[in-house]
Structure formats: C-alpha cells, structure tokens
DNA sequence: CAATAATCGAGACGGTACGTCACGTCTTGCC
DNA sequence: GGCAAGACGTGACGTACCGTCTCGATTATTG
C-alpha cells in the first residue's frame, strides 16, 4: 500500500537535485544514492517530475515561517527577506530555484508550485488581517497583489538578473509597495 | 569565417522550443527540422544551451517596443501588458517561457537572459526620464525597482500562480506601484 | 547471468566478417543485422575485437579434423591441404583471414590467434606421435616446428604471394620437410 | 606533376603506422602532422591504402641486403635472422607488421605486399645460385620454397604464435630445410 | 619578367560510426 | 505485496574521421 523506502527515496531525490539540478538528477543516480532498485521507483512514480513532487512536499528547507514584528512595514520585510534567503541560500536555493525553473518545463511540477504559492499565501494572509486590525492598510487592499509584487520584484532580481539582494532592496521595495497600499485618506 | 546555415539552424532551434519546450529540444531534432547535419550545429555551438543563446539573440518573438502613451500611468500598463503577452500568448510564451525557465539551470542561458533584461530595461528607461519631466515621479524614484515589481508580479500569477492576467490585474498593479511612486508632497 | 541474444549476435558478426572484412565490421552493423539494439553489444563485448574473439570460439568454419592417412607424407599432405583451403576458400577465408589480419593489430585478437593456434597443434601432435611410431621420424623431430614451416608457407603464398596453391606446391613442400625430417641413418 | 610536399606526407605515414598502426592512421593525422592540409594528400592520394602503399616504396626501414656468407647454411641463417629482426624490432617491426596486416584488409595493399616479396625474393635469388654453383643444391631445388617455409614459419611464431625466434630456433629450421634440400646421391 | 599553370591552404559541409548515458519496460524469483 | 536482479529496446548525446566542395593564395615555369 505504500512504498517502504519512500523516505530515503525522497532524500535522496531533494539531495541530488541540491547536488547537481534538475537536468542532473535523473531516476538512475536517485536509485544509486538510495540504495534501491530503479524499477521501485517507476513503480511508484511515473516520472521524474512526479518523484521531485513528492519529494518536495514535506521539504524542510521550503519551510516558512510568516514574520509577525508587530508593523506591516517589518512583516513584509521579513517577507522578502525570507524570499530572498529561498532563493540565494544554500541549501534551498539549490533546491527550491531548480524546482521551479522545472516548473516551468512540466505540467506536475507546475501543480506542484501553484499549490506551494497558494499554501504560502495563506500562511501569509493574517499578516495583512493584523495590518487591517492595526489601519495600516484599508479594506480594498489586495494582500496576494502585493507579496506578488514583492516575491516576483526578488525572483526576477535573484534568478535572472542575478543582483546582489541587500538590505536596501528590501527596505525600498517594501517602502514603495507600503507607499502605495496605505490607506486613502 | 561563419555558419552558412545559421539562419536555418537558428529558425528550426526556436521552432522546435516553441513546439516541444526546452527538454523536448534536442541538437538532432534541430539538425533534422533544418536539414543539416548534426556535427554542423556541434562545429558552432558547444551545447543546446549555447545553441538556444545564439538563437534568442534577434528572435522576433522577443522583440518589444516600450510604450509612450503621454503619461506615466499608461506606459506603465503597456508594460504590464507586453510582459503579459510576453508570457502567455503562442508562440512567443512558448519561446519565452521555456528559456527563462531553461536559464535557471543553465549558465550561458543564464547570462543569455541577464542581458535580455539589461537590454530591455534599456529600452524601458525612457519612460521614467520622460514621467520625471512630467513631474510624474521625482528624483528618488528608482525605475528597476518599479519595472521588477511589475514584471515580477506577472511572471509569478502567469508562469507560477497559472493565474489569469486581465485588465483588473494590470490597473490594479500599475495604481499601487504608481501611488507608492509619486512624487512627495 | 548470460546474454539471452548471444547466438544472433555472434552468428550476424561472422556473417558480417566474411561479407565485408574486419574494416566493414561495424558494432552498429552486428545490431542492425542481428535485431538486436547496439547497446545490447556493448553490454557484453567492449570492443569490436573481442565481440569478434567471442564469435571465433565455436565457429563451425574454423572447425578442423586432423588427417590419419597412415603415412605422414599423407598427413602432412592432409595437413597442407587443410590449411590452403581454410584460406582459399570461402567462407572459411573470409572469416579465418580476416580475423588472422586483425589479430596483427589487436591484442585482444592476437590472444584469440595464439589460442587458435595453440589449440591446433594440440590437434596435430598425434600424426607425429604416430609417425615416431612408425619409424618415420625419430625422436629428435620437432613437430612444431614442421607444422609452422608447412602452414606458414601456405600463410605466405595464399595472403601476401597470392600465387595458387596447387597439388604440386603441396607435394613439393611435404616432400622437403619430410626429407629433412626423416630419421638419420 | 609531383606532390611538392611528398616527403613529409609519407614520413608522416609511416610515423604514424609505427605509432598507433594502421587503424590509428588516419589521413587527418597525416596531415596534422605533416603540417599540411586534407586536401592535399586527398589530391595525390585516394585512400589511407594508397597512401600507405607509396609510403612504404622506399621505406628505409624495409630495407633488404641479401647475405652472402660463403655456404648456403650461413646466408639461411642470414635469412631468417633478417626476417625475425623486421618482424621483431622496432621499428621495422611496427611498420612491417601493421603493413602486412593491413594488406589482408585492402587490395591495394595486398598488391604492395606482392610487389615487396615478389622484389625480396629477386635479391634473394643470388644465394641459391651460389649454392647451386658450390654443389650445396641441386638443379631441382626450389629456391621459393625455400624461403617461403622460412619465411612463413618465422611470422607465425613471430605474429600468430607469438614465441620468441632464438638462435636454436634458426639452426633447427635452417637444417630442416637444408637437409631436406641437399643434393641426392 | 610577366603570364599562366600547377599546387596548395582555408573553411564549410554531409555522412557514418563510435562508445556512453539514461530512459522506461519486462520477467523471474526472493522474502 | 514489496522488492532486487537482470536483460532489453530506445533515443540522444558529443566526438572522430571520412571524403568532398569551393574559393583564394602561392608557387613555378615558360613564352
């Protein structure tokens, strides 16, 4: 019913697509490195997309903890501060960079990273319910516009223009986004 | 001195990204689609990543004319709205899509895409230097900040989020980072 | 444990040997006419020569019955006749001269041609034993040696010479080496 | 009329017959090594074969001198020993070998190889005409024969057999042959 | 001494085969 | 039921030489 070396499986897949990307991990080196036979693997993963899938739920290095400093300001701070150590850091930039730039080639890896985005949206959500209770933002404000905006503005700079991401960025970039949702009036 | 059959093997290139997608392109299928063969690609381009390099550089599909519509407010959802298209409408999503994608794994395609977004940040500048004499946004605006946010925000709902990208999304972008722009006082 | 498709390889590479020589003996060439994928080969021969050296083991062509005529001139005239044919006549020639030709280039092959060789003698040492027997020759003869004068003789004449092999070659030459060889006083 | 750069296309062959024999002779590796273009040699030479063919005309290393001791025996001896030495010693060895192992391969080669012992054996014919004059030989003797038994039993123990070629070797067969030869009555 | 050949270098190409890697499938048998 | 082991077909990889072609550049020679 289920796969009983489904755990080292998954970390083995996690550690060579840390080790060597996504073009690099291929089902044969995750078989080696897990000490288990290559047909047990297509036996419970079609493809190397879906393994990846599995093998990124339950990802430490994905975990998130939404800031709560007490002001919007530091909360999304925080926000691209953590965005940005994701997509820098090593290990999970390693992991969480290849993982969606794969996203982008396959169907179950794009499944993948919609549900990781929803899941972090709402993890993310009661920053902005606190900011609402506090006034710092109105009610038409769109809280999943402005973490996109932020999240995107760090993906674009980290991966494809490759820009150091320091503390200016951040403080800019919040400060504009802040600018620009404060409540009218 | 240079590849007689450039143009062929450039055009089969993104043909065969557009159709198949980064891992569905491979040098044979290009030799094939271009009737030329394989060891003529090898003898020019060390590897499908620099091969697809070589071909974005002048790709129609990535062409891109900044808008000047009169005001800052329209420019700015013009540029939405070309990243938009960039980035869902056939072919140029597919071609687009797919080697953005690709240069996360890959360095050449990585610095491929680095002057990608120089090039057209280039092209964009003007029209911050034509809002701050309009007295659109002051001094201490930083267009980058405010190109990436958008062009981030929409990289992230199209590619990551699947979500659609209609003009409620556009004005709702460009007001928040256009009021957190404006010029003080 | 064992190659499932041994026999069809090894049958199609002695084929294609005596078709189109060591030079037109193509790993690609075995697996196209053996139905049997390249990979397959590689799996369990490393190289051309010793897919070829493997072939050689048990090929009915090389086959070979030691003459018992009742004299040695007769034996030794069998001998002679045997050797010209095996590399007179096809399919014989073409296969035991090529892979003769080839084992001058390849170790792997000249392991083969001493075993073949080696196994020969091993096949030939009774007409002697049987000659001292009769008193043809005595006891300080040495067979080796005459075999190798008699069939290295046809080697020249029938490869490098070119010239034919006749019936008067054949007595001519036994009627020499026998002369030498017979027993003093 | 004639190749200007002739002299150092074929001792770049025969170079490199010696060093990597003859299926590491390639006509690229020629040219490289001559410093000259592929095209050249292509313009003069249509094959590998040819080109080794003329390469080997003159070749100083298949150099000849015919011994002349004073008795049959003796010039045997010379004989053998001369013919152990190029198939033995490097680089005579190297050269000989691969060549007379290609020549099984290549009719132009073979032809060479015709060519090579038809003209040996021209300068070996004087021996058994002295020998013949001195009453160590008869009328009816074969001198071919001769030296083809020689010949050929040294490049199968040489080649095929790979054993060593003595001084015990050369007297046990140059009696054979001798005794066997001698004058009747 | 220039005109005119012969000879060569250079660059680009289609083509065959190489030997390798990883894919995904299948069968058999152990635990 | 889960798994290991082994054999296999398949597609693509990147490389080495093959043999050919065109176009200029360089030599000789000869008129």
Redesign the pocket.
């Known amino acids: 019913?289920?796969?009983?070396?489904q755990r080292q499986i998954l970390d083995a897949t996690l550690e060579l697509l840390a080790e060597k990307g996504y073009e690099g991990l291929?089902?044969?080196?995750v078989a080696g490195r897990s000490?288990?036979?290559?047909?047990?693997i297509?036996?419970?993963w079609p493809?190397?997309a879906a393994l990846l899938g599995a093998a990124l739920v339950g990802a430490e290095a994905l975990e998130f903890d939404p800031p709560d400093t007490g002001s919007l300001a530091g909360d999304l701070r925080g926000l691209v501060e953590g965005v940005a150590r994701l997509l820098t850091v090593s290990p999970s930039s390693d992991i969480a960079v290849a993982a969606l730039g794969a996203a982008v080639h396959d169907p179950a890896l794009a499944e993948a990273a919609k549900g990781f985005f929803a899941d972090r949206f709402a993890r993310e959500a009661p920053i902005f319910e606190r900011a609402r209770e506090r006034g710092e933002i109105d009610a038409s404000a769109d809280p999943m516009l402005i973490v996109d905006l932020l999240a995107g503005a760090v993906w674009l700079r980290a991966v494809f223009r490759r820009l150091p991401l320091d503390q200016d960025f951040t403080d800019r970039a919040v400060a504009l986004v802040l600018h620009g949702a404060r409540p009218t009036g």
């Open positions: 019913m289920a796969p009983r070396k291929t089902i044969e080196g000490g288990v036979n290559k047909t047990t297509y036996r419970w493809s190397k």
